[in-house]
């Protein structure tokens, strides 16, 4: 099941998803989404789409007025080369790398809704592009944690025990906390108006 519903000039992406337990509606910068458990039919999630009518168009509404102060903020931030800023992250990436004995396969910037980062099984290594308004420490740490990845996938204690032997003073874990203490806020969109007139880097947007 993938299509598009229409409810009062709000359209919804309505996904099958095998993760999903229950059928769950959200909104973000990005629309509205339905996911819908398998084995739910098409007729059942727009019926449970109507029961959502007041709360989708209260949310749409909130949205839109998000997506205006953050209009708003762009406006008055800095303009960035995020061509520079991208091939800083990466040669710094591969200098934390050297430093503490990892090896990862490549590094590209994404701009995922919910996660900083993440590192796949092959070592992959995907940072989010947001991360260029972090402080430069956060930034280092965000590095290191996916880095820290390509040894231990979990987040267990032999992770945090790993990572805090790279963050020097601080634990890893006042890092960590410190660092989702921001939202990740722009949207691919949004974020290129902070660029530079150059060619646009390689970034790409993740849709889950």
Request: hydrophobic share 35%.
């Amino acid at each position: 099941m993938d299509f598009t519903a229409n409810l009062e000039g709000i359209e919804i992406r309505v996904v099958t998803s095998p993760r999903a337990k229950h059928l769950r509606l959200t909104v973000s910068q990005n629309g509205a989404r339905l996911s819908v458990p398998r084995g739910v039919s098409s007729r059942r999630a727009i019926e449970f789409l109507k029961t959502k009518r007041d709360w989708l168009r209260k949310s749409f509404a909130k949205v839109e007025k998000r997506k205006e102060n953050l209009n708003s903020r762009l406006k008055e931030m800095p303009r960035l080369d995020l061509y520079q800023q991208q091939e800083e992250i990466f040669r710094k990436a591969q200098q934390l790398a050297d430093r503490f004995g990892f090896d990862y396969s490549k590094i590209t910037f994404r701009c995922q809704k919910t996660r900083w980062g993440s590192c796949s099984s092959k070592n992959n290594i995907s940072l989010n592009i947001n991360m260029v308004l972090l402080p430069e420490y956060l930034q280092d740490y965000l590095i290191l944690h996916e880095l820290a990845h390509t040894k231990v996938k979990s987040h267990c204690k032999k992770f945090w025990h790993l990572l805090d032997d790279c963050c020097g003073q601080r634990s890893a874990k006042a890092l960590d906390k410190e660092l989702n203490s921001y939202s990740i806020l722009f949207t691919p969109e949004q974020i290129w108006q902070l660029h530079e007139d150059r060619a646009q880097p390689n970034i790409s947007q993740e849709t889950e």
